[in-house]
Nanobody, 114 residues
Framework: QVQLVESGGGLVQPGGSLRLSCTIS????????VAWYRQAPGKVREWVAQ???????NYAVSVKGRFTISRDNAKNTVYLQMSSLKPEDTAVYYC????????WGQGTQVTVSS
């Protein structure tokens, strides 16, 4: 059974950085693409970034140039390095491996505030 656990969220000031981790158990992280999503209060969940099995990465326009998605196959973990954070990046961040019936993780809260 595939499980995903996100970690690394917290409170950070505008302009600061955080690195989120998504550790997958029960299967290989590199078998399917893995994506990060986020959901702010009162808003729909939105796609943020994705890493393909080939290692090719894609980003939402709102985070391109500030966020970097990467993968460590040995640790079965995908990361989201977030820099130059803005208050509008405040949300619960979720990762999901895009295989059939793969579950969502529980999410990790990121709050950007002074």
């Amino acid at each position: 059974q595939v499980q995903l656990v996100e970690s690394g969220g917290g409170l950070v000031q505008p302009g600061g950085s955080l690195r989120l981790s998504c550790t997958i158990s029960g299967s290989s992280v590199s078998r399917y693409p893995v994506a990060w999503y986020r959901q702010a209060p009162g808003k729909v969940r939105e796609w943020v970034a994705q890493i393909m099995t080939s290692g090719v990465t894609n980003y939402a326009v709102s985070v391109k140039g500030r966020f970097t998605i990467s993968r460590d196959n040995a640790k079965n973990t995908v990361y989201l390095q977030m820099s130059s954070l803005k208050p509008e990046d405040t949300a619960v961040y979720y990762c999901r491996r895009l295989g059939p019936n793969d579950p969502w993780g529980q999410g990790t809260q990121v709050t950007v505030s002074s």
